[in-house]
Structure formats: structure tokens, C-alpha cells
């Protein structure tokens, strides 16, 4: 017995002898390169997308004093600037994202970003806090990797990221991706991740051309949302390929604005996106495929008299909408009409599983789907980088665990209130890491003492013209979501195609 386990041992000892040997090479290249500092996998292009131009989101004031955002970029961003030479003393933070980092429907001076540098200022007020604004409308991940790229150039102390409900707004196809083994798709994540691979990859498309920049979409310098247009809501169909290919485009720029900053010395703070799902219908349904007339017209008496009923029969409500979901369970909407049968009933931990899936089968993405939010929580935990978890932190805060209309103005944009939390998240985030030294003030209060007065004397200081105006922005981005875009498209121009049109 004894003879036979050294046997098994001594042959397992060989063979993980060979494998170290057979992977000796690669191994001995990839440390030189390290050392060399060559093939960076975050240096090389984007393989799902590529841009006509990209221009610098900020320029250099007049007199030099101080970088601004470009007047060109205006139409997708705040007005926002830093100084052009870091003081000694100061701590620079950039926030990336879109809408919600924006502050929308209002703007920044009420976005968490503003809320963040007031907290750090009245938390430790020994050093100088700057938290520049970059949250650009629609953008998605995808365009916000130039964006990094070029503020990284300006002297960062840490990047604060929150990104993931735009990355199904604009017109593009990923056709040059193709389906792939999971085995495979996940040995091809682990070697994009080595120098050896970005340099071989690199030169093989060298020598291919630019061409083989594998037939990618070519998008414009600034985002083309396809609910810009007229008629853009019926652009959009059950696709389950695209959808696929965009979870892993977004999966792919998470890790690579990871390892980015990581490459540049620079910290990171990953924010987990929160969605509205309580009081956020889906934006546009489609019946499964092969649905029948008369299935159809059953389904509808079925949910109709269900709408009827849930007033007077909450219980015969719930089976009737049941008996529609066995007719089609592709339908987001029966699947939101059975969440508020379940909440009406008090059964909050079903209601929640089906306001998901009424958000997950939405013909019409708007909101961070939940393999999106996974990969924020994978990305982080793999990296070791800092997150937090907003979407957790509003359903500790909400109804049964469902965020609605409380914190949330619309499908996705904090209210006012919600940004304070976030800044306070972050805030206290950056106290635990040591980051931010609390001032002792002797009499035991902690930094948030008097900041409800500061948050309240700051709102008045802005006027009520401020808010009527963050106001007539939410109810035109509700027009918006509805698909009353105003441009209009060229003809035979949808989705799924490349952004030649531009």
C-alpha cells in the first residue's frame, strides 16, 4: 500500500515537473518583458470597437492656469476643471461614468461628486480635496477607456468609476466576435492578461493591417444614442447574441480600467450600480417566439382581467397572471404585473426575483443588467479593488429589499438624497483606508456633525431655478425613454450597423 501512494506521488511530482519545465519558456519571456516594461495588455486596443477620433476632454485655460472641459464636449458634459499645476498638499480624484456621475436630471453640483469633495473637506481639513467631475451623458464603458487614458495623464491620486447602464444605448454589431467554447473564452481571458499574448496579438494584426482590426465598429467621437432618433425604440429587439457580446465588451473594459490604473500606480474605487425596479416598468416588451393569435389573445384576457381583479382579489390576480406567464414567460411585462401581485401580497423576497426578471427580459435595456452587475463584483474581488456596493446599500435602505422612487428619481438616477449616500459611502471608504485622516475636534463628534446644515444652507445657495430645471430635464429624458427622439436617421440605418454614417 505504502509502495503504491509513493508511486502515485513520485509520478505527480513528475508530471507537474513537466509542466513547469514545458511552461519555463513562457515564463522566462514574460518576466523579461515585465522587467522591460513592454506590452502593457492595458496599451493595446479595444477588440470589440474602434472610434473614428478621439479628442482630449479637457483643454488648458487661456492663461494657463488651469485645465477645463472642452467647449466642445459641453453637450455631453458639465463644466469642470482643475488646476494645471497640483498643489503639494492636494488629493486629485476623478470620477467616470455617465449620467449618474453627471448628477442628471440635475447636474454636478448635486451629484455624489460635489457631495464627496464637501464630506472630504469637513472630515480632514489638513489637506486640499479635488473631485473633478467626468460623467458624460450615455457614455458607455467603451468610451470612457480614452477618457482614463487621458486623465491619467494629470496627476491622479484615485479613479472612482461608475459605469453600466448606457452600454446598450448606441447602434453597433459585434459580428466579428465569434462564439466561442467557455473553456476556450476562458483561457483566452487568462492569456489576454500576459504580456507574451498582447505583443503577439499586437503583431499579428500589424501584419494583417489595420484591416484586421477584425472588422470592427467604427463609432464616432462622441456617443449617437439610438433613442436620439425618431422611432429609436422600435429599433430595438430580443437579440440574445448581441446582449451576450455586450455583458462580455463591458466585462472587458472593467478589467482593463483596472489595469490601467494599476499600470499608472493609481488607486481605484469601483462602484457597484443601483437600478430602480419597483417603480420602473419595462421600457419596451416582445412576446416569445411562436406565440399563436389565439395564445395571444388569451394571454392578454388573462392579464387584463388580472389588472382588474388586483384591487378587490389580490389572490385570483396572482393565479391569473400566473396562468399568462405559462402561456409566455418572455413577456417583461407579466413578469412586472406578477412582482406587484407579490409585493401587494407581501411576499418581497418573490416580487424582488420578478421585478429582475422583468428588468433582465426588457426588449430595451436601460438599466445594468445582472450579469453586468456581477462583473463589477467579480472584477473587484479578482483585482483586489476597492468597490462599493450601492446596489446592495439602497436595498438594505428600500421596501422588501426594492429600490423604487425613494432614492431613485427615474429607471436609474439618484435622487438628491441618494447621491449624499453615496458620497457618505465613499467618504467613509476613504477613512477606513487611511486616506482620509478624521479631525480630532474634542468634544467626540465625528465629521458628519453639522453637515445636514452644510447640505441644506448649500441647496438654498443654488435656487430654486436649479431644481425646476433638473425637473424639466427628468421629464424629457421620460419622453426620451419612451422612444420620442427628435433627430432623424438616414434611411436603412438601424441597429447592427457600423458608425460609417457619421
Not at 467647449?71 to 449618474?100: H, M, Q, V, W, Y
Not at 487568462?190 to 472588422?215: C, D, P, W
Request: hydrophobic share 35%; aromatic share 8%; with cysteine.
Amino acid at each position: 500500500m505504502k509502495v503504491t501512494k509513493r508511486r502515485r506521488l513520485r509520478g505527480l511530482v513528475f508530471r507537474l515537473l513537466a509542466l513547469l519545465l514545458g511552461l519555463a519558456p513562457f515564463l522566462v519571456v514574460e518576466a523579461a518583458l515585465w522587467t522591460l516594461d513592454w506590452g502593457r495588455p492595458s496599451d493595446h486596443g479595444d477588440p470589440f470597437v474602434g472610434f473614428s477620433a478621439v479628442h482630449p476632454l479637457f483643454k488648458l485655460s487661456d492663461d494657463g492656469a488651469q485645465y477645463e472641459i472642452a467647449r466642445s464636449r459641453l453637450t455631453f458634459f458639465c463644466p469642470d476643471s482643475f488646476s494645471a499645476k497640483k498643489g503639494t498638499n492636494e488629493f486629485r480624484i476623478f470620477c467616470l461614468g455617465g449620467s449618474t456621475v453627471q448628477g442628471r436630471p440635475f447636474a454636478i453640483e448635486t451629484s455624489f461628486t460635489t457631495w464627496l469633495e464637501l464630506n472630504l473637506q469637513a472630515a480632514d481639513p489638513s489637506r486640499q480635496w479635488q473631485v473633478v467631475n467626468c460623467g458624460g451623458v450615455s457614455y458607455a464603458s467603451y468610451r470612457l477607456v480614452p477618457i482614463l487614458e487621458e486623465v491619467l495623464a494629470y496627476e491622479p491620486d484615485l479613479i472612482i468609476l461608475y459605469t453600466g447602464h448606457n452600454e446598450f444605448l448606441e447602434d453597433r454589431t459585434y459580428d466579428h466576435i465569434k462564439e466561442m467554447p467557455p473553456l476556450v473564452t476562458r483561457s483566452m481571458e487568462l492569456l489576454s492578461g500576459t504580456r507574451s499574448f498582447t505583443l503577439l496579438r499586437a503583431g499579428y494584426l500589424g501584419l494583417r493591417g489595420a484591416a484586421a482590426v477584425e472588422g470592427r465598429p467604427v463609432l464616432g467621437p462622441e456617443t449617437d444614442a439610438i433613442l436620439e432618433y425618431r422611432g429609436g425604440l422600435q429599433e430595438y429587439h430580443r437579440d440574445a447574441k448581441w446582449r451576450r457580446d455586450v455583458v462580455e465588451h463591458f466585462r472587458h473594459n472593467l478589467r482593463r480600467m483596472v489595469q490601467m490604473t494599476s499600470d499608472a500606480g493609481v488607486g481605484m474605487l469601483l462602484i457597484n450600480p443601483v437600478c430602480n425596479l419597483r417603480d420602473c416598468p419595462p421600457f419596451k416588451n416582445q412576446h416569445r417566439d411562436g406565440l399563436t393569435a389565439e395564445q395571444e389573445q388569451q394571454w392578454n384576457s388573462l392579464l387584463h382581467e388580472a389588472q382588474t381583479l388586483r384591487g378587490t382579489n389580490i389572490y385570483q390576480a396572482t393565479e391569473l397572471v400566473n396562468q399568462a406567464l405559462q402561456i409566455d414567460d418572455q413577456h417583461a411585462g407579466v413578469h412586472y404585473v406578477l412582482a406587484q401581485c407579490y409585493e401587494d401580497m407581501g411576499r418581497f423576497e418573490e416580487a424582488k426575483q420578478e421585478y429582475i426578471a422583468a428588468k433582465e427580459l426588457d426588449v430595451c435595456p436601460l438599466r445594468i443588467l445582472e450579469p453586468m452587475n456581477r462583473a463589477v463584483l467579480e472584477t473587484a474581488r479578482r483585482t483586489e479593488t476597492p468597490m462599493i456596493d450601492v446596489r446592495d446599500m439602497f436595498e438594505r435602505l428600500s421596501e422588501g429589499g426594492i429600490p423604487g422612487s425613494y432614492y431613485l428619481v427615474d429607471h436609474v438616477h439618484p435622487s438628491i438624497a441618494g447621491h449624499r449616500l453615496i458620497a457618505d459611502a465613499l467618504t467613509e471608504e476613504l477613512i477606513r483606508q487611511g486616506i482620509v485622516r478624521v479631525a480630532s475636534r474634542g468634544n467626540g463628534s465625528d465629521w458628519k456633525e453639522g453637515m445636514d446644515q452644510v447640505a441644506q444652507a448649500y441647496l438654498y445657495s443654488l435656487g430654486d431655478f436649479y431644481l425646476a430645471q433638473g425637473q424639466e430635464r427628468l421629464d424629457r429624458l421620460r419622453g426620451w425613454t419612451k422612444g420620442k427622439g427628435s433627430r432623424v436617421r438616414q434611411d436603412g440605418l438601424g441597429k447592427g450597423t457600423s458608425d460609417e454614417k457619421r
